[in-house]
Nanobody, 119 residues
Framework: QVQLVESGGGLVQAGGSLRLSCAAS????????MAWFRQAPGKEREFLAV????????AYADSVKGRFTISRDNAKNTVYLQMNSLKPEDTAVYYC????????????WGQGTQVTVSS
């Protein structure tokens, strides 16, 4: 099992920045990739960014490319999402997720952290 705990959410003005953290514990050696998603009220969950646990390869959704950066610190078992140039439409609950090396989807999820961007 892998446990994920997000932190770093909050209220920020449009144009500001936040950095989210996702601390992983448990069987972290079994993680293949970790990703960030978000879900706004009344909307479907949206993929934002993914990073491979070992090699650090990354990929982003077009909606956040150039504004958000995903990174990892394997020594701390932590993945980060640096969010710059935030917009009111970025307001959502942000979740991190982990994919097991033998799984096709994300089987582990954090509890989420609220990000609110005021105009």
């Amino acid at each position: 099992q892998v446990q994920l705990v997000e932190s770093g959410g909050g209220l920020v003005q449009a144009g500001g920045s936040l950095r989210l953290s996702c601390a992983a514990s448990g069987r972290t050696f079994s993680i293949n990739t970790m990703a960030w998603f978000r879900q706004a009220p009344g909307k479907e969950r949206e993929f934002l960014a993914v990073i491979s646990w070992s090699g650090g390869n990354t990929a982003y959704a077009d909606s956040v490319k150039g504004r958000f950066t995903i990174s990892r610190d394997n020594a701390k078992n932590t993945v980060y999402l640096q969010m710059n140039s935030l917009k009111p439409e970025d307001t959502a609950v942000y979740y991190c997720a982990a994919q097991h090396v033998s799984a096709a989807n994300y089987g582990y999820w954090g509890q989420g952290t609220q990000v609110t961007v005021s105009s």
